[in-house]
């Protein structure tokens, strides 16, 4: 039984970062029905500026991840100014095209200017355990993940429903037509969602390799991607409480599932695709999202 | 002449190689009620589109005596010109509050609470669902609140496109009504689209017609109202 | 304006085309000996070799990459998990060689039915629904083969992280006289020095020889998606992609042919992966990722969506450009670290971009456009009497 709740808190830590990455996913997803493929690239690269930030300028760690977070959110809006824009947002191809370059050009600048070789990454947690319950430890690791989730999303929630900004960014989602009969200017509107989506990512790097078992490098978020767009995908692809919910459900299989069916670890990764491929099946539009999932 | 707010000479737009319309010459006085009547496919939507910077299109189109053949649609809203489009104008997802307060976008003053408050003074419908979505409004419902979201932003001319479509009769008479309202209290200048032709020349100034992309009639509503050729044509008499 | 011009159906045009095939067939004569193993090339003291099991394993590619060209094609989506279906058939036949001493040619009548049913599996909860879940599930798939092949149950067939390695090399038959051919062309006056030097070794006889049966694999699965293309199904299935109203009429039918399209692209995917380590004598995970999944995508978009001819441009590309960017030690105006890191990745992750915003059509269509400018090829003249005859 310990056993059982020590999996579940590993789970459940996993599973934070998983969605942090996947509400990157949804914010842009929300605007224009568009998955960003280099959203993990995205991240892991403003993970390593968070760390120049920390470890070369010798920024304090929170402050760093803060830095790390708006920088890596100008970048973003600079990439949907430039790369995104000259594009119809209904014409996906040329669009999924694009975010496989980035993902492609992002990875090999990362790879060329850090290196391959993982690096520590500075705490951004107290460490230690927290707690212990019926002999399973709650590490304060996981008990600050779970603060960041929660505090990101409802950050994210009031930007959304209580600046004028939100409101814009709610019209896009809903209808591109009306709002620009409103007056709303739709190119940095759906910018800001991308400015977003990169600073949460940053953020949830930063969170993802804030553990003392893990290490930062440029293949760090290749996998980790997966997981995230399947967390999006289990919880609807457009909702923000579903990308949290799905990307702690991801990682609780993860933890879970995947020891008892008596599987091997690298199948966690098959776990994730396997249950994408049924909420494809069976609940397009996932556990929360807005079922107007056209069938052809 | 400049007491005309909208005019719009020679007007030209189409969709990618397709011209729909072909020279259009209209106008608009202050304070008008104008309605452009004509079949389906006629070049009506692409008319108010065309206006709106919707679409691109070539031809003079002044708004107060300034030019605005080349202005976007956000951009024309922050000129005064507010376009309730075909089909229910909403924004579904948002709730009916969020999209009164969305009509006010380009407005940075301090009385966008107090316009909102009298919305649903005038239509309690609208305050008593006002945290559910839109879309689960009726109807009529969401046509009264499109031409509120419009209103919002305090327009000096309103755009309207078939705001009879797809309603029962009764409730088109009120909303026609509404409008005529709208326009006596606020003075707020109206376009008006429309295929029912009797209930639109009912409250209108004046009217235009158009057939293929093409200027066919224009006159006082009055007048078209009772000629022969038009009443057989558009009136179905 | 184009300085010639030929009409389809005379013979002029014919004499053309036919023109084009002996010219392609020649290439593929003279690279097989001609970059056997020395064909190389020098820029700035850097060395680029050409190498005929490179050009080889380009191949591979193109088969691949041609499946995607099905793919987007006919449902106008993108798979990002064509490296999974590579993988699957370079594994499956190379553990049917290895293990069960199968000839090479023969494991394609696993690999072909077993990929295609796999394609189907997969395909068909992602092609029901529009938008990109095809891209969801196929980048799924792509990411999680490497794992799969590490499995315990696995193992004994897969060899697990070592690579399985196969023994067993494509011999030409006695009645081939490669070595003939290249003692005549080393006697080219001019051109002779291109083709190495007397006889060929055993090594390089074998490489000449598989190179010139995928070849020719690979011109059959060419020529059998073409016709696909120009079948009545085919133009059917394109005419209702691009028409999103008969779409929704035709739904059922619809789905079915997305669905059956991706079949074939999978099983193409394996019969590129058989190619490739039918080249190459092992087949080891670290190979299969999904990096390989997406430099096929650069593979699809550098050559050109829905050309088959961009097929052949995009394996080459993507053969070459990484290998050769490695390969490069020295370039003026760059630094050192810029060239020591993933270079080939900055090159065809920034191509990519670069060639979406000014050269949609990809490498092909500028081809196109610049042989317009020599040659126009007009339609056949329809004639009244015969086009009637014709529908009869
Ligand atoms: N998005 C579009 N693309 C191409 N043609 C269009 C589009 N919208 C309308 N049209 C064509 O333009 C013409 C006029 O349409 P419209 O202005 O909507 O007519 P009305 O509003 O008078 O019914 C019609 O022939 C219609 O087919
Ligand atoms: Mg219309």
Same mark, same amino acid.
């Given at each position: 039984?310990?056993?059982?709740?020590?999996?579940?808190?590993?789970?459940?830590?996993?599973?934070?970062?998983?969605?942090?990455?996947?509400?990157?996913?949804?914010?842009?997803?929300?605007?224009?029905?568009?998955?960003?493929?280099?959203?993990?690239?995205?991240?892991?690269?403003?993970?390593?500026?968070?760390?120049?930030?920390?470890?070369?300028?010798?920024?304090?760690?929170?402050?760093?991840?803060?830095?790390?977070?708006?920088?890596?959110?100008?970048?973003?809006?600079?990439?949907?100014?430039?790369?995104?824009?000259?594009?119809?947002?209904?014409?996906?191809?040329?669009?999924?095209?694009?975010?496989?370059?980035?993902?492609?050009?992002?990875?090999?600048?990362?790879?060329?200017?850090?290196?391959?070789?993982?690096?520590?990454?500075?705490?951004?947690?107290?460490?230690?355990?927290?707690?212990?319950?019926?002999?399973?430890?709650?590490?304060?690791?996981?008990?600050?993940?779970?603060?960041?989730?929660?505090?990101?999303?409802?950050?994210?929630?009031?930007?959304?429903?209580?600046?004028?900004?939100?409101?814009?960014?709610?019209?896009?989602?809903?209808?591109?037509?009306?709002?620009?009969?409103?007056?709303?200017?739709?190119?940095?509107?759906?910018?800001? $969602?991308?400015?977003?989506?990169?600073?949460?990512?940053?953020?949830?790097?930063?969170?993802?390799?804030?553990?003392?078992?893990?290490?930062?490098?440029?293949?760090?978020?290749?996998?980790?991607?997966?997981?995230?767009?399947?967390?999006?995908?289990?919880?609807?692809?457009?909702?923000?409480? $579903?990308?949290?919910? $799905?990307?702690?459900?991801? $990682?609780?299989?993860?933890?879970?599932?995947?020891?008892?069916?008596?599987?091997?670890?690298?199948?966690?990764?098959?776990?994730?695709?396997?249950?994408?491929?049924?909420?494809?099946?069976?609940?397009?539009?996932?556990?929360?999202?807005?079922?107007?999932?056209?069938?052809? | 002449?400049? &007491?005309?707010?909208?005019?719009?000479?020679?007007?030209?737009?189409?969709?990618?190689?397709?011209?729909?319309?072909?020279?259009?010459?209209?106008?608009?006085?202050?304070?008008?009620?104008?309605?452009?009547?004509?079949?389906?496919?006629?070049?009506?939507?692409?008319?108010?589109?065309?206006?709106? =910077?919707?679409?691109?299109?070539?031809?003079?189109?002044?708004?107060? =005596?300034?030019?605005?053949?080349?202005?976007?649609?956000?951009?024309?809203?922050?000129?005064?010109?507010?376009?309730?489009?075909?089909?229910?104008?909403?924004?579904?997802?948002?709730?009916?509050?969020?999209?009164?307060?969305? =009509?006010?976008?380009?407005?940075?003053?301090?009385?966008?609470?107090?316009?909102? #408050?009298?919305?649903?003074?005038?239509?309690?419908?609208? =305050? #008593?669902?006002?945290?559910?979505?839109?879309?689960?409004?009726?109807?009529?419902?969401?046509?009264?609140?499109?031409?509120?979201?419009?209103?919002?932003?305090?327009?000096?001319?309103?755009?309207? &496109?078939?705001?009879?479509?797809?309603?029962?009769?009764?409730?088109?008479?009120?909303?026609?009504?509404?409008?005529?309202?709208?326009?006596?209290?606020?003075?707020?200048?109206?376009?008006?689209?429309?295929?029912?032709?009797?209930?639109?020349?009912?409250?209108?100034?004046?009217?235009?017609?158009?057939?293929?992309?093409?200027?066919?009639?224009?006159?006082?509503?009055?007048?078209?109202?009772?000629?022969?050729?038009?009443?057989?044509?558009?009136?179905?008499? | 304006?184009?300085?010639? *011009?030929? @009409?389809?159906?005379?013979?002029?045009?014919?004499? +053309?085309?036919?023109?084009?095939?002996?010219?392609?067939?020649?290439?593929?004569?003279?690279?097989?000996?001609?970059?056997?193993?020395?064909?190389?090339?020098?820029?700035?003291?850097?060395?680029?070799?050409?190498?005929?099991?490179?050009?080889?394993?380009?191949?591979?590619?193109?088969?691949?990459?041609?499946?995607?060209?099905?793919?987007?094609?006919?449902?106008? *989506?993108?798979?990002?998990? *064509?490296?999974?279906?590579?993988?699957?058939?370079?594994?499956?036949?190379?553990?049917?060689?290895?293990?069960?001493?199968?000839?090479?040619?023969? @494991?394609?009548?696993?690999?072909?039915?077993? %990929?295609?049913?796999?394609?189907?599996?997969?395909?068909?909860?992602?092609?029901?629904?529009?938008?990109? +879940?095809?891209?969801?599930?196929?980048?799924?798939?792509?990411?999680?083969?490497?794992?799969?092949?590490?499995?315990?149950?696995?193992?004994?067939?897969?060899?697990?992280?070592?690579?399985?390695?196969?023994?067993?090399?494509?011999?030409? !038959?006695?009645? /081939?006289?490669?070595?003939?051919?290249?003692?005549?062309?080393?006697?080219?006056?001019?051109?002779?020095?291109?083709?190495?030097?007397?006889?060929?070794?055993?090594? *390089?006889?074998?490489?000449?020889?598989?190179?010139?049966?995928?070849?020719?694999?690979?011109?059959? %699965?060419?020529? /059998?998606?073409?016709?696909?293309?120009?079948?009545?199904?085919?133009?059917?299935?394109?005419?209702?992609?691009?028409?999103?109203?008969?779409?929704?009429?035709?739904?059922?039918?619809?789905? +079915?042919?997305?669905?059956?399209?991706?079949?074939?692209?999978?099983?193409?995917?394996?019969?590129?992966?058989?190619? +490739?380590?039918?080249?190459?004598?092992?087949?080891?995970?670290?190979?299969?990722?999904?990096?390989?999944?997406?430099?096929?995508?650069?593979?699809?978009?550098?050559?050109?969506?829905? @050309?088959?001819?961009?097929?052949?441009?995009?394996?080459?590309?993507?053969?070459?450009?990484?290998?050769?960017?490695?390969?490069?030690?020295?370039?003026?105006?760059? !630094?050192?670290?810029?060239?020591?890191?993933?270079?080939?990745?900055?090159?065809?992750?920034?191509?990519?971009?670069?060639?979406?915003?000014?050269?949609?059509?990809?490498?092909?269509?500028?081809?196109?456009?610049?042989?317009?400018?020599?040659?126009?090829?007009? !339609?056949?003249?329809?004639?009244?009497?015969?086009?009637?005859?014709?529908?009869?």
């Amino acid at each position: 039984m310990d056993l059982f709740l020590q999996r579940i808190f590993d789970g459940l830590s996993n599973g934070a970062t998983y969605a942090l990455i996947a509400m990157a996913l949804v914010m842009i997803f929300k605007a224009t029905t568009l998955i960003n493929f280099a959203q993990g690239e995205f991240a892991m690269f403003g993970g390593f500026i968070v760390l120049v930030l920390a470890t070369e300028q010798g920024l304090p760690m929170w402050i760093a991840v803060i830095v790390g977070m708006l920088i890596s959110a100008v970048l973003a809006a600079g990439i949907e100014r430039t790369l995104i824009r000259p594009f119809d947002p209904a014409d996906h191809l040329p669009l999924v095209i694009i975010t496989l370059g980035l993902f492609l050009a992002i990875n090999a600048i990362a790879g060329i200017v850090w290196r391959f070789d993982p690096r520590a990454f500075p705490e951004l947690f107290p460490s230690g355990k927290a707690m212990s319950i019926a002999g399973a430890t709650l590490s304060w690791y996981t008990v600050f993940t779970m603060i960041t989730i929660l505090v990101v999303a409802g950050g994210l929630t009031l930007l959304l429903n209580k600046t004028k900004v939100g409101l814009a960014f709610r019209a896009v989602s809903s209808n591109l037509e009306s709002s620009e009969l409103v007056g709303i200017k739709v190119g940095p509107t759906l910018q800001f $969602g991308w400015a977003i989506a990169a600073a949460v990512g940053t953020l949830g790097v930063s969170v993802f390799v804030a553990s003392p078992f893990r290490q930062l490098e440029p293949q760090v978020m290749v996998t980790g991607l997966i997981f995230a767009v399947s967390a999006a995908a289990l919880g609807g692809l457009d909702s923000l409480g $579903g990308a949290i919910l $799905g990307g702690l459900a991801i $990682g609780l299989v993860q933890s879970i599932a995947v020891p008892y069916l008596g599987v091997p670890t690298e199948l966690s990764l098959l776990a994730a695709v396997v249950v994408l491929l049924l909420v494809l099946l069976f609940k397009p539009s996932g556990l929360f999202g807005t079922p107007q999932v056209e069938r052809v | 002449m400049t &007491d005309r707010l909208l005019d719009v000479k020679n007007l030209h737009a189409g969709y990618g190689p397709i011209a729909v319309l072909h020279g259009l010459d209209f106008h608009v006085s202050e304070g008008e009620i104008v309605v452009i009547l004509g079949a389906n496919g006629a070049g009506k939507t692409t008319t108010l589109r065309a206006v709106s =910077g919707m679409i691109d299109r070539t031809g003079s189109i002044e708004l107060a =005596g300034k030019s605005i053949a080349s202005a976007k649609a956000p951009d024309l809203v922050r000129a005064g010109v507010a376009h309730v489009p075909q089909g229910r104008g909403t924004l579904p997802e948002l709730s009916v509050e969020d999209n009164l307060r969305v =009509g006010a976008y380009i407005r940075n003053d301090n009385e966008i609470d107090a316009d909102i #408050e009298q919305w649903f003074q005038a239509y309690p419908v609208l =305050g #008593e669902r006002k945290n559910q979505r839109a879309g689960s409004l009726s109807g009529g419902e969401q046509q009264m609140l499109a031409v509120a979201r419009a209103l919002m932003s305090r327009p000096t001319l309103l755009l309207l &496109d078939e705001p009879s479509l797809g309603l029962a009769p009764i409730i088109v008479a009120d909303l026609f009504e509404r409008f005529a309202e709208i326009n006596k209290e606020l003075g707020t200048t109206m376009l008006v689209v429309e295929q029912n032709a009797q209930l639109a020349l009912g409250i209108a100034d004046r009217g235009y017609v158009i057939e293929s992309g093409e200027m066919f009639a224009e006159g006082p509503a009055g007048e078209l109202i009772n000629d022969d050729a038009i009443r057989r044509a558009y009136l179905g008499v | 304006m184009a300085s010639v *011009q030929l @009409t389809k159906g005379t013979r002029a045009y014919t004499i +053309y085309k036919w023109a084009g095939v002996l010219a392609l067939v020649l290439l593929v004569f003279v690279a097989a000996f001609a970059f056997n193993d020395t064909g190389k090339i020098s820029v700035f003291d850097n060395d680029y070799k050409i190498g005929l099991t490179r050009i080889t394993k380009a191949i591979s590619f193109m088969v691949a990459i041609l499946g995607l060209q099905v793919v987007a094609g006919f449902t106008g *989506q993108l798979s990002l998990g *064509q490296g999974f279906f590579f993988g699957t058939g370079a594994y499956l036949s190379a553990w049917l060689v290895a293990d069960h001493s199968w000839p090479w040619f023969l @494991t394609l009548v696993v690999v072909v039915p077993a %990929c295609f049913l796999l394609g189907l599996l997969f395909g068909v909860p992602a092609l029901k629904i529009k938008g990109l +879940y095809l891209a969801l599930v196929t980048l799924g798939l792509a990411a999680v083969f490497p794992s799969l092949i590490l499995l315990d149950v696995l193992e004994p067939y897969t060899a697990g992280a070592a690579g399985k390695i196969v023994d067993s090399d494509l011999i030409a !038959p006695e009645w /081939m006289p490669l070595d003939g051919i290249a003692t005549g062309l080393q006697k080219i006056p001019l051109i002779g020095q291109y083709f190495g030097d007397g006889d060929l070794s055993s090594k *390089q006889e074998q490489r000449i020889w598989t190179f010139f049966l995928m070849a020719v694999l690979a011109a059959v %699965c060419f020529k /059998m998606v073409s016709n696909l293309i120009s079948s009545r199904p085919g133009r059917a299935i394109r005419a209702v992609r691009d028409n999103e109203t008969s779409a929704a009429v035709n739904g059922m039918s619809l789905s +079915y042919h997305k669905t059956m399209s991706f079949g074939v692209a999978s099983a193409l995917g394996g019969v590129g992966g058989m190619i +490739y380590v039918a080249e190459l004598g092992i087949a080891s995970q670290g190979d299969f990722t999904q990096l390989l999944s997406i430099l096929f995508i650069v593979g699809l978009v550098v050559g050109g969506v829905g @050309t088959l001819s961009g097929a052949v441009i995009g394996g080459l590309v993507i053969a070459f450009i990484p290998e050769w960017a490695s390969s490069t030690q020295n370039m003026p105006g760059v !630094p050192d670290r810029w060239l020591q890191g993933p270079t080939g990745g900055l090159i065809l992750g920034v191509g990519l971009i670069v060639l979406t915003f000014v050269l949609p059509g990809g490498i092909i269509s500028g081809v196109r456009k610049l042989r317009a400018k020599i040659v126009q090829v007009l !339609p056949a003249p329809i004639r009244v009497g015969e086009s009637i005859a014709a529908k009869e």
